[in-house]
Nanobody, 123 residues
Framework: QVQLVESGGGLVQAGDSLRLSCAASGRTVSSYAMGWFRQAPGKEREFVAFINAAGSTTDYGDSVKGRFTISRGNAKNTVTLHMNSLVPEDTAAYYC????????????????WGQGTQVTVSS
């Protein structure tokens, strides 16, 4: 069993930066790829970024590529999403996810989910 707890959300202005963190606990957490999805009201959950278990390979959604950076702590039990140049379209609830796959762009490929943290970007 893996538990995921997100933190770092908030209200920012367009152009600002924000950092989200996901703390993972569980005996085998270091063997899971981890990443972020987001969901805006009335929309489907959208892939944001993922990083493999070793922390050596990353993957980004097209809408955030070049603005967001995902990283993984040395102990492999924390994942951070650095978000730069935020725009109002980034407003959503952001969810941390964990997968047994190498990387996981699809929601169905993720076994564990956090409760989410809200990010609101004002124009």
């Amino acid at each position: 069993q893996v538990q995921l707890v997100e933190s770092g959300g908030g209200l920012v202005q367009a152009g600002d930066s924000l950092r989200l963190s996901c703390a993972a606990s569980g005996r085998t957490v270091s063997s899971y790829a981890m990443g972020w999805f987001r969901q805006a009201p009335g929309k489907e959950r959208e892939f944001v970024a993922f990083i493999n278990a070793a922390g050596s390979t990353t993957d980004y959604g097209d809408s955030v590529k070049g603005r967001f950076t995902i990283s993984r702590g040395n102990a492999k039990n924390t994942v951070t999403l650095h978000m730069n140049s935020l725009v109002p379209e980034d407003t959503a609830a952001y969810y941390c996810a964990a997968s047994v796959l190498f990387l996981a762009r699809r929601t169905v490929d993720n076994k564990y989910w956090g409760q989410g943290t809200q990010v609101t970007v004002s124009s």
